[in-house]
């Protein structure tokens, strides 16, 4: 069964900080998909990023980066220099590739990020 | 860009009542989604739904859950007999086609049963 641990329930920094949110999957299958959604405080689900299990390559979005380390089976999210608009939820999720028509997402608990002036 | 759409917002309903939230899917997307969020807690698949029919489904959707796509746009979640415990965000979603392609999300339906 697959299992996504967002060990940091909250966490606040100061705006301009740099923060790192952790992502620690469980999976048996060789090929999955790895997510990361922003919930803002009005509710709805922001896409961030996918990632497929073949591709280890970090990537960098203007101030968001992500670190996928299949050895570790982590899927660390940072963000740079964070301003108070990236006050959110953020839940990292994992879906399988059963080779069927679903393709269901697993979420993480979610570390609430406060970012303060 | 193309969204997801979700109605109502919000709903205050009262126990044993019927509710159908409605979405509102991308529109060249083939497979949806329900998830549910019950307040300060993670996102839970309820059910997806591919070629008009339910692919897979959580424990959760039990039998006082269906889903139905009436018309090539609408794609629907009936509570039967609304239960407090059903209380929570409620999220459509789409996907387009095959292999791990990113799931959107709509903006939630807020359901409150009292």
């Known amino acids: 069964a697959q299992k996504v641990t967002q060990a940091q329930t909250e966490i606040s920094v100061v705006e301009k900080e740099d923060v790192t949110l952790d992502c620690v999957y469980e999976?048996?299958?060789?090929?999955?998909?790895l997510f990361w959604y922003k919930q803002p405080p009005s509710g709805e689900l922001v896409f961030l990023i996918r990632?497929?299990?073949?591709?280890?390559q970090n990537e960098i979005s203007g101030r968001y980066s992500w670190n996928f380390q299949k050895s570790t089976s982590s899927f660390n999210f940072t963000i740079t220099a964070s301003q108070v608009v990236d006050s959110a939820v953020y839940f990292c999720a994992l879906s399988e590739d059963s080779g069927g028509s679903n393709y269901k997402l697993t979420f993480g608990k979610g570390t609430l990020l406060t970012v303060n002036p | 860009e193309p969204e997801v759409t979700q109605t109502p917002s919000h709903q205050v309903t009262q126990m044993g009542q019927e509710v159908i939230l409605r979405c509102v899917p991308i529109?060249?997307?083939?497979?949806f989604y329900w998830y549910r969020q019950i307040l300060g807690q993670k996102v839970e698949f309820l059910v997806s739904f591919y070629n008009n029919e339910i692919s897979e489904k959580s424990e959760i959707f039990d039998d006082q859950f269906s889903v139905e796509r009436p018309d090539g746009s609408n794609f629907t979640l009936k509570i039967r007999s609304t239960k407090l415990e059903d209380s929570a965000m409620y999220f459509c979603a789409s996907s387009g086609t095959l292999s791990g392609n990113t799931i959107y999300f709509g903006e939630g339906s807020w359901l409150t049963v009292v």
């Open positions: 999976t048996r299958d060789t090929t999955y998909y």
């Open positions: 990632r497929n299990s073949f591709d280890e």
């Open positions: 529109s060249n997307h083939l497979y």
